[in-house]
């Protein structure tokens, strides 16, 4: 019943910051998709016996890839794969169910949100035991493997029913087709004051969830609309579509812009938010107020106990650098300890496992809690409509009450998209040169009090990290950031983050990108980002 099939390895399967992105027909070459899920079983140890969860956000080429997973687990000696009804789970809800099932790891397909379809992007990850992406020791050991694999074995059986919730044996070994949504409906449900959500709810405040065409979609409908008592059609784009309908599903002012407009227009909803294709990303706007994803972290700290599963406070924050430092004052207000780590996830997990934090987050609409070992768009969102119940006051009040309190910290992203490797290199190089000669040097009102470039020693494991951006540190709080991304698919994207420290109430009124005008210029006269990219102003700003 089992196969052993010979291979050639393709020399191309280097999980990046979040498992192996490629487009669908790389996917689809012969055993492909084979000889990266071999490599990723090949390279893991104790695993007979015990379960795999597997699902993905939805995207064309995920229920192929399901079945090639399931037969292949039960070739490699599995005792059990749990996979999503329709061969869906979203990011944070695999992490769930691994973790409460105790499941030995799972296989998340997905390319987050990133567009899908038949020429579009799909995506392999391996997550661990604890529910999070697999460390880069093994990331690192499965590439290895995949650059040698000579065969791979597969169960010579038909095709799994994924659409009936059900146990199926597949060559021995189980296949539990599981309700994708129950199991994180039911945590979300213990985590969040559901009744005080309902009663504003039915009290006339009025919440869309824009899914995107995306995995969120029958979640937020479970949740939004089953639970909380939202009408019908709260729930956006809810059917998770192979291509998303078309949409590129990414939660921010570009992709979201519709839902923005709604939200802004008079006669619109009171509250909107969005996630990417995955469901880990959030964005949230209330009437008159985007809140960015630094704010939205430091409101949500702040805020904790509102929420029944953190009525007792918590441990600690985590942000990625690039990340605001709003939630830095709300951690020295409160007492708690707070972790700047490098962009991504996975960063997190060791401080969250060992109790060092409980929510973290990036600029990147990436918000969460040590409930789960990935971010969570579901959780942002509805931790948001539980202040919002609770204190009783809208999305806008909160945010500039929060100002108000602890400063604002303007913040803004300017991405420079597929700017020529080489230039960009070059750029980054230039810069750490420059470094020593920083500090002291005036730039009009602003004086650099420090630049670096940022590492990381993880306070846990002690692994160092280098080379994570380079920062320029002003006087008063004040601060721009250059990074290259680590997630791009062509040429090479420089990030600049730029972000102003506001203590006085009356200044917090101004247009973002005006109060930033001055960093942004000193930004472009250390770095030279116009004459060394040849462009004359960003792709993207968020
Ligand atoms: C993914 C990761 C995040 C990261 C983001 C941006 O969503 O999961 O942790 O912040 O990519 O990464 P980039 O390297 O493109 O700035
Ligand atoms: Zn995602």
């Known amino acids: 019943m089992i196969r052993t099939v010979p291979t050639a390895p393709y020399k191309d399967q280097k999980p990046g910051t979040s498992g ?13 998709a084979e000889n990266f899920i071999q490599s990723i079983f090949d390279s893991l140890e104790g695993f007979a016996g015990q379960a795999l969860v597997v699902g993905g956000d939805g995207r064309y080429y995920n229920r192929e890839v399901i079945q090639k997973v399931l037969k292949m687990a039960a070739a490699a000696g599995f005792g059990k794969v749990m996979v999503g009804q329709g061969g869906i789970l979203s990011t944070p809800a695999a992490s769930h169910v691994i973790r409460k099932y105790k499941a030995f790891g799972g296989i998340i397909l997905s390319a987050s949100h990133n567009p ?57 070994m189980t296949v539990e087709v599981i309700d994708p949504v129950a199991d994180y409906a039911a945590l979300m449900e213990e985590l969040f004051d559901f009744a005080a959500i309902r009663d504003l709810i039915s009290g006339g405040f009025r919440v869309v969830i824009d899914s995107m065409g995306a995995v969120t979609g029958p979640y937020a409908r479970e949740i939004l609309e089953k639970r909380l008592g939202a009408p019908a059609g709260s729930v956006r784009n809810a059917t998770p579509l192979p291509d998303f309908g078309g949409h590129h599903p990414d939660p921010n002012l570009v992709h979201a812009k519709e839902l923005y407009d709604d939200v802004m227009s008079a006669d619109g909803p009171d509250f909107g938010a969005a996630s990417d294709g995955d469901g880990d990303r959030n964005m949230v706007v209330g009437k008159g107020m985007f809140v960015t994803p630094s704010d939205s972290l430091a409101i949500i700290a702040a805020n904790a106990r509102c929420a029944p599963g953190y009525a007792d406070g918590i441990a600690g924050i985590a942000r990625s650098m690039p990340t605001s430092a709003a939630a830095d004052r709300v951690a020295e207000k409160l007492g708690l300890g707070m972790y700047e780590t490098p962009t991504g996830w996975k960063y997190f997990g060791n401080l969250m ?9 990036e600029e990147s609409f990436g918000t969460g809690s040590s409930h789960v070992r990935e971010k969570d768009g579901l959780w942002a969102i509805l931790f948001w409509l539980n202040i919002v119940a609770v204190r009783k006051e809208s999305v806008a009040e909160i945010v500039r009450m929060h100002w108000a309190e ?27 040169e420059k470094l020593a000669s920083l500090p002291g040097q005036t730039f009009g009102d602003l004086k650099v009090e420090a630049a670096d470039d940022f590492a990381y020693t993880d306070p846990i494991d002690g692994s160092i990290s280098t080379n994570q951006g380079i920062r320029v540190l002003f006087q008063g709080g004040s601060r721009v950031v250059f990074r290259l991304s680590g997630t791009g698919t062509s040429g090479a994207t420089l990030r600049l983050y730029v972000e102003r420290y506001e203590p006085d109430a009356t200044r917090h009124d101004v247009e973002t990108q005006a109060a930033l005008a001055d960093l942004i210029s000193v930004a472009d006269e250390i770095a030279e980002i116009a004459k060394r990219t040849g462009r004359d102003g960003p792709t993207v700003i968020t």
């Open 20 to 32: 192996l992105r490629k487009k669908v027909p790389v996917f689809a070459q012969e055993n492909y």
């Open 116 to 172: 899908g379809g038949p020429t579009e992007d799909f995506g392999i990850k391996y997550n661990i035991g604890n529910g999070g992406p697999a460390p880069e020791k093994i990331t690192e050991a499965i590439f290895e493997r995949s650059r040698i694999i000579e065969e791979y074995r597969i169960a010579d059986a038909a095709d799994i029913d994924l659409d009936t919730v059900g146990s199926f044996d597949l060559a021995g």
């Open 406 to 432: 602890y400063g604002r910290n303007y913040y803004s992203r300017h991405d420079y998209e597929e700017v020529d490797t080489d230039a960009a290199n070059g750029l980054m190089d230039a810069l750490r």
């Open 353 to 361: 496992d060992a109790g060092k934090v409980t929510v973290c987050g």
